[in-house]
């Protein structure tokens, strides 16, 4: 089944707790954490996950747009995060980093920024519970998905499969209604939207009505014989 998680980025940070329950129907709340080093933006940090977390029973993804994540990223799964993405730009020791992410209970992810080419990363797939291929420059929400990283969506999926791994496979980046379908047909099954879910007037709905149109695209590509998401 295709996996929803609307990005609070684009919520109402002074209601945020109403935010999380608008979404209550969403697989995971994506957390975008910024540093304003290693993106040029600066959003927020662990006072807010542990806040987020008493807030709403949908489990947290904390994306981690910042520098030395070897350091950060287990005060987030201490904070309440139930995955944690890192940075392959950034992380100075990954596989080490996943691995203590597994060990305090949460599941590690790493992401890819659109110039990062997925295969020099093969042998580390089956450290990691999910990889996400970012469908635009991260820093900030709102943008337009770029159409280019369809085809490394697809080369990710096929060395998952190649693999037999049970590995999710995320895209974030100007997900919506309009691509949402042809992210699924290459092969993603985990969704982040921002403005897609929370620019609707019901962002539940929105929800709803994203995952329905991903599962369609991904049978389709499913019934072709292409590579369409793995339902995990």
């Known amino acids: 089944m295709a996996q929803i998680n609307p990005s609070i980025l684009s919520a109402d940070f002074a209601r945020l707790a109403d935010e999380a329950r608008a979404v209550e129907g969403a697989d995971w709340l994506h957390v975008d954490v910024m540093d304003n080093h290693f993106v040029p933006n600066l959003t ?18 904390c994306h981690l747009m910042i520098e030395d994540p070897d350091r950060w990223a287990p005060s987030f799964v201490e904070a309440g995060a139930g995955s944690v993405t890192f940075h392959a730009e950034a992380a100075a020791a990954p596989v080490r980093l996943a691995r203590e992410i597994r060990a305090l ?37 709102g ?31 100007g997900v919506s209604a309009d691509t949402i379908e042809r992210c699924a047909e290459a092969g993603a099954d985990v969704f982040v939207a921002g403005s897609a879910v929370y620019g609707a007037d019901d962002p539940a709905a929105a929800v709803r009505g994203l995952r329905a149109s991903a599962e369609r695209a991904a049978a389709a590509a499913s019934g072709r014989g292409g590579s369409g998401g793995s339902g995990r």
């Open 105 to 141: 209970g949460a599941r590690a992810s790493m992401a890819l920024k659109p110039a990062t080419p997925i295969e020099p990363f093969e042998d580390l797939l089956p450290e990691l519970d999910m990889i996400l291929v970012m469908t635009v420059e991260p820093g900030f929400g």
């Open 143 to 173: 943008q337009a998905f770029l159409d280019i990283m369809l085809p490394k969506i697809r080369r990710t999926r096929a060395l998952i499969e190649r693999h037999g791994l049970p590995l999710w496979l995320q895209v974030d980046g």
């Open 44 to 61: 927020l940090g662990v006072p807010v996950v542990q806040s987020l977390r008493k807030a709403t029973d949908t489990p947290l993804d």
